[in-house]
């Protein structure tokens, strides 16, 4: 990866090692509190900017279960996946349907980091910062046809390399979609790195895609299909469970899942105990996105 | 064969069980606040206490079948491994309360509105009376009605395995197969299965 983009970001733009500690710190003293405080009422974090997670946290607790339901399982095992080289069939409603490699796919663009608060469907929440691009260039590029209204992307299954297939856990490959406006909104990227390095393999390099506003298994990992078409597509977890998982899956604290409530997060920071802060309306990003769901009631169409 | 093993464990005190029982829970705290459960140390604690008080649990469920089939005879053992149980899972629960959840709303909320949580809980409960009518105070006071209450564990074990296969996201294997060994274990206490054995 690291032969078509060298990461403009240093070590030292990362968040240094000692304001981690640091937080870290006052962390383990707010976690002494929330013992005593179960009576008293929430225990939520103070507020704080988007303030990264370590890197070795965000690479080494991952949903990923093409390598395993456990969270370290891709940690551990997604090194045997080869991802170079690697193309992306892009096909569906386009002007220019093919399967370009991934050279192609990112020549000539310009890599921004965007550091996004991941909220995950099962409560806890970490901010990444990650390096990419817009999909919009790229759907632009290859030219969306009129008449279009959604994407579907799709994960490699290749059993050989990734040992999660042997679970009939979900229907692989692993599927994912957004209506075509999504798709095309300015917060969503295609990321090809954190922390200015190149994507670990189980943060799904060597490309995925990154939707802030919804639940984490939107933003599909290591993309091997992308297709524009005219219907809502197929969307793994709402195929393994349609009660739970919706195909918009927008951040929404006033929707709980049927599991656990999603009013509030558990913050993974890095501190032992994990506070909890109130999860946002699409995860913060309110004055972004409200605008897309004008005439959609997100209950029903959670 | 099983009166070599019998006449073994009748050496064997049953209380250095509850000395060695204690020390995993010590163990899985220790090692969660200190870093060695991974980046999400408190559901590491959660659900490794939840497991270690299913196999105590079968455990506990397997003494009449070994002596009733084996004749290998565990009895003196059982108080032990059944209030260990009830120890681990009030551990899995507390770790639920105050380390995970931590608001009183959200947990009422938790119990009252998800299936998973509702079944642990009642789990907990069928337990609750068992623990303490473990003594022998109790066990002389209630005569008859000991066995019979005691019989809430077949309960608490169906409750706590279906508790399991509830909370798996997607299709997992393991919690099936601990609601399979439990309903194994309870089948092999029917009657009919007993006498049909003695012919």
């Known amino acids: 990866m690291s032969r078509f983009w060298k990461g403009r970001l240093t070590e030292n733009d990362v968040t240094p090692e000692g304001v981690y500690l640091n937080r870290r710190q006052i962390m383990a003293g707010a976690a002494g509190l929330g013992i005593g405080s179960i009576a008293g009422g929430p225990l939520l974090a103070a ?7 370590p890197y070795e946290a965000a690479s080494s607790y991952n949903n990923y279960y093409e390598f395993g339901t456990d969270k370290e399982d891709p940690a551990r095992y997604a090194d045997a996946l080869t991802t170079d080289p690697w193309s992306i069939e892009i096909n569906g409603m386009v002007d220019n349907p093919g399967t370009y490699a991934l050279e192609d796919v990112l020549k000539g663009r310009e890599i921004q980091e965007r550091i996004y608060r991941l909220r995950c469907v099962e409560g806890w929440s970490m901010v990444i910062p ?34 999660g297939l042997r679970n009939s856990v979900l229907d692989w490959p692993y599927r994912e979609g957004l209506r075509l406006d999504e798709a095309m909104h300015p917060l969503t990227i295609m990321a090809t790195g954190m922390y200015g390095k190149d994507l670990p393999n189980q943060n799904g390099a060597p490309i995925r895609l990154v939707v802030p506003w919804k639940y984490g298994f939107k933003s599909i990992k290591s993309i091997v299909r992308i297709t524009v078409q005219e219907e809502m597509p197929f969307t793994s977890w709402k195929n393994a469970w349609a009660q739970a998982y919706g195909f ?17 997060e558990r913050v993974l920071d890095g501190s032992r105990i994990p506070s909890r802060r109130e999860t946002e309306m699409f995860n913060g990003y309110q004055e972004e996105v409200a605008g897309l769901y004008t005439d959609l009631d997100l209950t029903t169409n959670f | 064969m099983a009166q070599v093993v019998n006449t073994w464990l009748r050496r064997i005190p049953a209380w250095p069980l509850y000395v060695i029982g204690v020390l995993p829970p010590a163990w899985l705290l220790w090692a969660g606040f200190s870093g060695r459960l ?16 299913l196999w105590l649990l079968i455990a506990g469920l397997c003494v009449t079948p070994l002596r009733r089939y084996i004749g290998i005879n565990l009895l003196r053992y059982r108080r032990a491994l059944g209030l260990l149980t009830f120890f681990y899972i009030f551990c899995h629960l507390l770790i639920w309360l105050i380390l995970d959840v931590q608001i009183l709303s959200l947990i009422w909320e938790d119990i009252l509105r998800r299936p998973y949580i509702t079944v642990g809980m009642g789990a907990f409960a069928l337990m609750t009376p068992l623990a303490i009518t473990s003594n022998n105070l109790s066990i002389r006071k209630m005569g008859r009605n000991w066995r019979r209450l005691h019989k809430l564990v077949y309960g608490a074990a169906l409750l706590g395995a279906l508790h399991y296969i509830l909370l798996a996201k997607g299709f997992q294997l393991p919690p099936f197969i601990y609601m399979g060994v439990i309903i194994a274990l309870l089948l092999l206490r029917l009657p009919k299965v007993a006498k049909r054995r003695s012919h």
Request: net charge negative.
């Open chain 1, 130 to 163: 990650w390096d990419g691009f817009q999909l919009s260039e790229l759907l632009n590029q290859v030219g969306v046809q009129s008449g279009a209204g959604f994407v579907a992307f799709e994960t490699l299954a290749r059993p050989e390399e990734m040992r």
């Open chain 2, 38 to 53: 991974g980046f999400d140390p408190v559901k590491a604690m959660e659900h490794q206490m939840g497991e270690w008080g």
């Open chain 1, 47 to 53: 507020p704080s900017g988007l303030e990264p997670v």
């Open chain 1, 248 to 264: 918009y899956s927008n951040v929404n604290p006033e929707v709980s899942h049927p599991r656990w409530s999603q009013s509030t």
